[in-house]
């Protein structure tokens, strides 16, 4: 099966509403959200923030799962449930950042739905951070195309009222760099990730080979002695070690020290990789779900990499 096909048929899981209730319900799959997620609740997952930095050093992004909403039950849901983290962070020490789908909390319902949201968000971080220059922030996750440019407008609105913001940019479309100059002009956080969709060839590189080559290329304008100047604050988002080595050796070419950029990897892939460059002094994140939904999430990411059928034939005879 080509690693395409595989993707394919794992996104078919994932989408399976009949699936993700038996999986969500089944016991013999908790080995697997427990691979993959953090808790079911806010006070879990700050835990297990918590429990990380202690014992690894390592830093987290926290998200609560639920993604593509229509319904406004499910938006409030997913908005009570980022505030209640947002909360929890006041007095916490930690440096974390909350994650967020412009469709989570209410892009498909209604646009203006989501700006207010996001703005209640980002208020209650800032209300949070007290005079802890750089601690927290909310994270913009980035969909599909379709929603690239309301992402990045919302980003950049509140970014422009002093709100503690980050927006993730895909390597796969070819637009990127211009959109990555934009942001390293007003000295903004960007994570960089590889990209989990595809689209056609005019607007999105579709070999791993041609998304890797812009990887590259987009990790040099990212740790240019001219972004540091700017203010930009890299987050390099990938498990791929030849791209670890590539931005290591860039930053220190250019004058960056480790902690002035960082490396954001998911929960449960490759923690060994995270572990090592934590070790070695590098500023590391985990991006680490939480709530009851888990099913659709850790499907999609045992079908971002062929060798995870072990994982997947265990979830399915046990
Ligand atoms: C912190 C973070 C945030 C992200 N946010 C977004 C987002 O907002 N929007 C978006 O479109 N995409 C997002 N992604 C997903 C991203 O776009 C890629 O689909 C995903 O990271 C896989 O690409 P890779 O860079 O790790 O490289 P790959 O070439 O896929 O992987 C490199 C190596 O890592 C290992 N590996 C990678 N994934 C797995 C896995 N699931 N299981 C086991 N081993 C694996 C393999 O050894 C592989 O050889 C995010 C990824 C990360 C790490």
């Not at 469709?103 to 949201?117: C, E, M, R, W």
């Not at 968000?121 to 690239?148: K, P, Q, T």
């Not at 850790?298 to 995870?308: D, F, L, S």
Request: charged share 25%; net charge positive.
């Amino acid at each position: 099966m080509t690693r395409r096909m595989w993707q394919r048929a794992m996104i078919g899981l994932a989408r399976s509403h009949r699936m993700t209730c038996f999986m969500q319900q089944s016991r013999a799959t908790s080995f697997l959200s427990r691979r993959f997620v953090a808790g079911g609740t806010p006070a879990d997952a700050v835990d297990y923030a918590q429990n990380l930095l202690a014992e690894h050093g390592i830093r987290s992004s926290l998200f609560y799962l639920g993604e593509y909403v229509d319904d406004r039950g499910k938006v409030s849901e997913n908005l009570r449930n980022k505030l209640d983290v947002a909360t929890l962070l006041a007095g916490s020490g930690l440096d974390l950042h909350i994650s967020v789908d412009p469709t989570q909390i209410g892009y498909q319902v209604d646009p203006a739905l989501s700006y207010a949201n996001a703005e209640s968000i980002a208020a209650r971080i800032r209300a949070g951070i007290g005079n802890r220059v750089g601690a927290h922030c909310l994270m913009f996750d980035m969909e599909d195309a379709a929603v690239v440019d309301p992402t990045i407008a919302l980003h950049d609105h509140l970014h422009a009222q002093g709100y503690p913001v980050a927006l993730t940019l895909q390597a796969y479309l070819r637009r990127t760099l211009d959109d990555l100059e934009a942001q390293v002009a007003q000295g903004a956080r960007v994570r960089l990730v590889k990209g989990a969709f595809a689209a056609d060839g005019t607007v999105a590189h579709r070999s791993q080979q041609a998304i890797k080559a812009n990887f590259r290329k987009l990790i040099a304008r990212m740790l240019s002695r001219r972004a540091r100047d700017q203010g930009f604050y890299p987050i390099i988002a990938t498990h791929d070690t030849d791209l670890h080595g590539f931005a290591r050796t860039t930053a220190a070419d250019h004058g960056w020290s480790p902690g002035e950029y960082e490396f954001e990897m998911l929960l449960g892939v490759r923690s060994d990789v995270a572990r090592a460059l934590a070790a070695q002094g590098e500023r590391v994140r985990l991006y680490t779900p939480f709530g009851r939904d888990w099913w659709p999430y850790a499907v999609r990411r045992i079908g971002e990499n062929r060798r995870n059928a072990i994982l997947l034939a265990r979830s399915l005879i046990a």
